[in-house]
């Protein structure tokens, strides 16, 4: 939080320094500032929503969206088989010469599906935190191998802590869910609810297709022209690499470790 204000005092000093400059700066974080210090205006924000706001843009917007691609980058350096398969879905569908536009999203769904199964595996978001508007009943399935499901009562007002981490390794959901394989998602709609680390229906993640959009085109201009490889420690192999590298960290969020990577320009 002390972070957060730090940042957002910085901005209004350099808010102030410029005034009505047109060279000042006209970031999203910067609006979010003036909009605070605009006491004419009727929408004017409050301190408590300025920082609410900055929150969201910097850690739900920016952190955990860096996290994932690092552990997709991790992925696929140790999976070349895989990292070549993304490369010439990217080469035939944006080319060498081309930037990726919007409309190439739906045919890179390859490189959503690298992103995707990292998030699956180190998910941003570890646990969600639900409350009851009304007295219900949910209905959880039995154990593999038992039908139907077990009712589950839950009264107004009471919370539910779901654990992404468990739901994301649960084998009832996912074929070998410590393995790394984004071939899962390969037929499976950018949109659909299979994919449930954003979490799913009217509370989802406001940001999901600002995130997936971003790492998709972010992942196909780097893989295109660089080959992703891990820097291993003398006597390192792979498999050690990956425990060493590929490991939870919780910060603010679930990511991995640093991913000491070796970038190797590719060539027509």
Known sequence: MGFMRSQVADRKADISDHGSDKEGRNDAFTLLVKANEDEASKLQLDDQELIGNVYAMLFAGHETTAHTLAATLGFLSLYQDIQEEVFEQIISVVGWDCDPVYEDYACLNKVLAV???????FPAGFILIREAEEDTVLQIPNPPGQEGTTPFPVSKGVQIIVDMIGIQYNPRYFDEPEEYKPSRWYNISSESEAFSAFSIGPRTCI????ATTE??????VLLRDWKVEPILKDGETKEGWRKRVLDARLVLTLGVADVPLRFTKRSK
């Open 215 to 220: 790492a998709v085109a972010f992942l196909t």
């Open 207 to 210: 940001g999901r297709k600002f």
């Open 115 to 121: 992103f995707y199964e990292a998030l699956r595996m």
